[in-house]
């Protein structure tokens, strides 16, 4: 009996168990909102502008849901069909701003103290969100290809875009949400903590100077980039076209950016590198002012600047927390071997298919081992200067202490023997000295050195100079010759 008891007690505790692991009601709305929240949000904001955008060209609604699905794709970079054209090539501002959100809201939903459970549930939930929306697009774009032209896209392909992107995004939130507390959990070494900001920096300095190479082409062809514009004719079109350049801004500043490291980007038939340029069909997009119109000039050589300061300023940032040359530059090319990851993963997510204007694209490993090498040489260089000029000079002749300040006399030592035992470096000078004094005391009793006697000049000791004189020991004529004076004295 008692036996039956203690098993139900047993089954009993293990379902309150099971129970327990459950998320309480606050964790579940914050599971909701973690799942929902972003992608509601992109899909409020691409039935507005698809709303808009129909009633400023006076067409009617039919293909409004299609039209929402096919932004829900282009999003997420999926490949899309749209009457037959292949559409490969999607801008990445706003699958940048997709992410950026997802990692803010993953960040607010977790902390140091959240336990692991509670994480692996919101990063499911992160990813588990997104993939609903996207199976609902796929059906939903599956039923308007009978209405518009809009074909649906491969479901794996789909799923796994999207996935990747907001598995990529809530990670990046999550670790920056919990670093101390995986700094200290999983014990990480010194030198990959330090290697963040270096990174951080050197990804922003290579962003920065893209950008302006961007800039300067564009105020270069600013005529040029205005008569792309005038295409739009109506005040609607010139918006759309402003839009679409703001939102394919991200692939250009990429192309820019692999140009500028010694590699190239391509255009269909139009490609573009620091040495060479082909020309080829573009679309009259205004934002694709900043290719050049004739052949490669000398002057781009400058563009080198850009990867050179980014990898300045990685070994300066290496070398800075740490004394030892070969830790500085081997976190220097550790850091270089992941921006060289990432170059590869943002080349190939810009590019793609653009239908009958063929392929656009950066040749995506030449800019991603490119990239690896310049940071690496030049931040070596950059770390083992910087590491050299922070060496501890050699140490000079004079006594110093650790602090490398010189060391003050004691003040218990008296002046008047420091004054005597000064030259004990010449022991000639030392030895006839005491012998002259030797030989005044043998004549008359010792009297108390005077003011202005030369051996004393200097000194702040007014007592005997007998009393601080240290007199060497007696030899064997010495020793006589005190033995034949000893009454006398």
């Known amino acids: 009996m008692s036996d039956l008891l203690n098993r139900d007690t047993r089954r009993a505790a293990a379902r309150s168990s099971r129970v327990g692991t459950g998320p309480t009601p606050d964790q579940s709305r914050m599971l909701a909102a973690v799942a929902f929240k972003t992608s509601g949000l992109v899909v409020v904001i691409a039935t507005t502008l698809v709303l808009i955008t129909l009633v400023s060209v006076n067409s009617d609604l039919t293909g409004t849901l299609g039209a929402i699905a096919g932004s829900w794709f282009a999003v997420h970079l999926v490949p899309l069909s749209i009457g037959g054209t292949s559409m490969g090539v999607a801008p990445m501002l706003p699958t940048l701003i997709v992410a950026w959100s997802v990692a803010r809201t993953v960040h607010h939903a977790v902390d140091e103290t959240t336990d692991r459970r509670m994480v692996r549930w919101v990063f499911a939930a992160s990813i588990a969100g997104p993939l609903a929306f996207t199976a609902i697009a796929l059906a939903v774009a599956k039923d308007a290809s009978t209405v518009i032209g809009l074909s649906s896209p491969n479901a794996l392909v789909a799923f796994s875009w999207v996935a990747g992107v907001h598995a990529a995004a809530s990670g990046t939130g999550l670790i920056l949400a919990r670093w101390d507390a995986l700094v200290i959990d999983r014990h990480l070494p010194d030198w990959v903590r330090a290697l963040v900001a270096p990174l951080v920096r050197s990804v922003s300095v290579l962003t920065a100077g893209g950008a302006a190479i961007v800039l300067l082409a564009l105020l270069v062809s600013w005529n040029t980039a205005g008569s792309l514009l005038d295409n739009g004719r109506t005040l609607v079109g010139m918006l759309g076209l402003t839009v679409l350049s703001v939102l394919y801004l991200p692939n250009i500043v990429l192309g820019a950016l692999a140009v500028a490291t010694g590699s190239s980007a391509s255009f269909g038939d139009a490609s573009v590198s620091l040495f060479s340029t082909t020309g080829g069909p573009l679309p009259p997009l205004p934002i694709l002012a900043v ?101 501890d000079p050699e140490p ?94």
């Open 291 to 391: 290719l050049p119109e004739g052949s490669a000039q000398t002057i781009w050589i400058v563009m080198l600047v850009v990867p050179i300061a980014a990898g300045l300023v990685l070994g300066r940032d290496c070398a800075i927390r740490s004394v030892d040359v070969q830790v500085a530059v081997s976190s220097v090319w550790a850091v270089a071997a992941v921006i060289g990851a990432l170059a590869a993963v943002f080349g190939y997510a810009a590019g793609g298919n653009l239908g009958t204007f063929g392929t656009v694209e950066v040749t995506v490993w030449s800019f991603a081992l490119l990239t690896f090498a310049w940071l690496g040489v030049v931040g070596s260089a950059a770390a083992a200067l910087v590491v050299w000029r922070r060496a």
């Open 396 to 489: 000079d002749h004079e006594p110093h202490d650790r602090s490398g300040t010189e060391q003050s006399v004691p003040a218990t030592v008296p002046a008047a023997e420091l004054a005597i035992e000064a030259p004990a470096s010449e022991p000639d000078e030392v030895v006839t000295d005491t012998v002259v004094e030797a030989e005044v005391v043998d004549e008359k009793p010792v009297e108390p050195v005077a003011a202005d006697d030369p051996i004393a000049a200097g000194t702040e000791s007014d007592e005997p100079l007998e009393a601080e004189i240290v007199a060497p020991p007696p030899t064997q004529d010495d020793a006589s010759s005190t033995a034949e004076d000893g009454p006398a004295r």
